[in-house]
């Protein structure tokens, strides 16, 4: 049998499929989102895919939770901001489009040292130890002002220095495209190292570090090697960022950061290669974009999370893998109609909360904006009515009540495309041993 | 004369104030399959514990084809030739089958940390984890992950585990714990088929398992060794009987008498 790429430990796409689908829409997107705030974003989603994929080489892969990972990141978008600076007037013919390199490699720096004082024990003791170091650096920041630039943060011009290919990074879609560039190269280095044998140690080391050191393996040796690549990719995001936003603030290193990682990681699904991307793109859409229309985009954050974790822990690339060996066995379409019933009181009944908490949102704005009036859909409601309350509510609840049936049918379907595909299964295994 | 596979001089283990493992001295010769016996709580897993370097001696030496290896890591200890299976089932419960085996092979190939060649591409560490899963018979489980394993297939990949790499001295703690009378006969089938020329110590409590497999068995009551020798001594020997055999097979009687 041929060697397959076959996963377990931390599931990778087969084939190129999700790669070449991943350049392609990294390349293809500034045809569709063409303003220059569109791009903005667009490389800024960039940046995170490469941060969450970097926190996701320790939470994922080898199972350490870092409550401090943006430290890597700030650093390396520090380090990169003083590079631009220092190469916009020095003779050094450094190109500004490998500075997120130098971010690297102070993350790789600082990933090493702090990993080697920080990952003795996996668990609790690491978690609050990456803690504790984000408080640290998190107020080393405003104690050490002029290196840090203090609350404002330090600029740094990318347009300045040497360029690369002619580039002048004075445009938001040069910079999306160096972004694009650096967002799939690191991608394609994560995606390596987990499959070469450090990585692979590293998941054994996540399910089982007691048994890996009846193996030969010091767990702690692939601990700190595992910290010190998180860092360096996480430093190249920092890097990515500064150039992005052409200003880092402390905030960069901060407790917000490091927790939003992990929500990207989480809600994209930690145990599938690719989830991270797409929590990225989620949680930089809603920051970015959502947060243009509401103020509460953190409370659907929030609730998004909170679903995620209990309901589905794979995240949404899990829920997307489950639905892998319907489509190979062709037993989607009896999924379908149930989805259909759940879809539709479900869409009710989301449209309804979002209806509460706008409305809760307009009402606690209105103390504060008297003319304000709550629109929702275009339309007028009075927020001040009990009635409004009493029927968005009632709405809202009887959705959740009428998406039940629903769900009761899919996880009949489930259950008799699961036995189905199990029968399919062994038919065809039998039919694999006669002829083998 | 070359010093013995494995020699335990005066071990010692102490918990607090419960001192567990009493002086206890043991030779094991190259090639030799010892068994270790002994009522529930005599101290077999710590024993084994303490040799594999899982926890630390409070006295005495362990020394590992002469050379002294107390107070080495259990790491330090695998990478000298020393193996261990677990009693309690201690696999990976996210990897598949032939991922498992391809770690447990990965170190004594000498890839060690290696992190700029990809696995697929070391056609070694492939083609000796599909040996090594056609050796323990889980073949057809190859992409199966550890948790999904039946309880037999987990203890022969925990078997798996322990032989892969050539370790020349074998500990394999209670390998049929839990096993229905077929299973355990196929067990000590595999058992003698992986350790052909190596040095074996095992700890069992089935005691035809003991005495069809071991050449020497050591009986371990307290943290002490009593009797040490030949399957056939040890079934005669008074004290044995006394303290092992004799009460399994006094509570046995009653446990029958009771049941009419």
Redesign the interface.
Known sequence: MADRAYTRGLSLPQGLGPGAFFVVSLAAAPWVFNSNAALTVLSLMAVAVVFALSYNILFGQTGLLSFGHAVYYGLGAYFTVHALNYFAVSRIPYPVELTPLLGGVAGLFFGFVLGVISVRRAGLGFAMISFGIGILMGSLALILRHWFGGDGGLAGNPAGGTHLFGLTLTSPLEIYYLMAAWCVVCVALIYFFTNTPLGQMATAVRDNSERVEFMGYSPYQIRVRMHTLAGFFAGVAGGMAAITNGIVAPDALGFVLSGEVIIMAYIGGTTIFFGPVIGAVILSFMQIQLSNYTNAWQLYLGLLFVFIVIYAPDGIAGLLKMHAPAMRYRKLHHLLPAYLLVAVPGGVFLLGLVFLVQMGYALHGAQIFLTQSFTFMGLAFDDHSVWTWVIGAAVTAGAFLGARPGVARARCAWERITVEIKAAQALASRADGDTG | MSPPALRLENVNKRFGLAHIIRGVNLDVCHGERHAIIGPNGAGKSTLFDLI???FSLSGGHVFLHGKDISGH???RI??SGL??S?QVI???????V???L???L???LG??????????R?PEV?RRA?ELMEIIGLG?Q??V??AELSYADQRALEIG??I??EPNVILLDEPTAGMSRAEAEQAVQLIRRVTAGKTLLIVEHDMEVVFGLADRISVLVYGEVIATGGPDEIRNNVSVRRAYLGSTAEQETSAHAASH
């Not at chain 2, 201690?90 to 598949?96: G, H, K, Q």
């Not at chain 2, 890839?111 to 697929?120: A, T």
């Open positions: 594999s370097g899982r890591s259990a790491y695998r990478r193996a261990r677990f201690n696999i990976f419960p996210r990897l598949t032939y991922e498992t391809r770690c447990a990965l170190w004594s890839y060690r940390y290696n992190f700029w060649r990809r696995i697929q070391l492939g599909t057809a190859r992409d992950s550890g585990i322990t892969a790499g």
